[in-house]
Every structure is written in C-alpha cells, then in structure tokens.
C-alpha cells in the first residue's frame, strides 16, 4: 500500500493500492485500523479537483479538508502516483 505521505491528514493516511493503478489517478483516505472498504476514494482531476467516488467512514469536514490538501498538492501526488501507473488524471482520455 503506497502512502503518498507518512503523515496523517484529518487524521487519515493518503495512500492507492498496487491493484488500483489501473484507474485514473486518486486517493483513498484511511487509517491501517479499517479495510479499505471503509476508506474514502477520491479522483484526481488534472487541476487537482476531486471527485468524491465513496466517502467511507469520513465525515463532511474531514472530506473537505482532505479535499482542500490534495488540492494543494496533487503535483507531488502525481508524481508518486506515475512511479506506479500509466494511467493520468481522471477524466483524461
């Protein structure tokens, strides 16, 4: 399970999965405690936009909050994120 940071957000970690490198790029949002059917799943969007695909145990704000730090640092993200996959940003063809 890559982490894109080892660090907690809203009290989540940021990380994809091995087989999930085969979809457009995004996050899951959640703590090693709970499967990840329990985490949350965001697309990227290539002007770091996120389109939420399932909220999962998270509430509003903490949505929002990683929402607003993938915003500021999908590049970074991105970059972490094409060491695994070739697929891009969601919405790209």
Known sequence: MPKYYEFKV???YLYFTSHCVVEAMHVHAGDTKHS???AAKFFVRNNGDTVL???GILNDREINEISA???ENYIDMYKKWKK???EGFYGEE
């Open 10 to 12: 809203a009290g989540y």
């Open 84 to 86: 695994k996959s070739t």
């Open 53 to 55: 695909q399932k909220q």
């Open 36 to 38: 990840e059917g329990m």
């Open 69 to 71: 730090f993938i915003k």
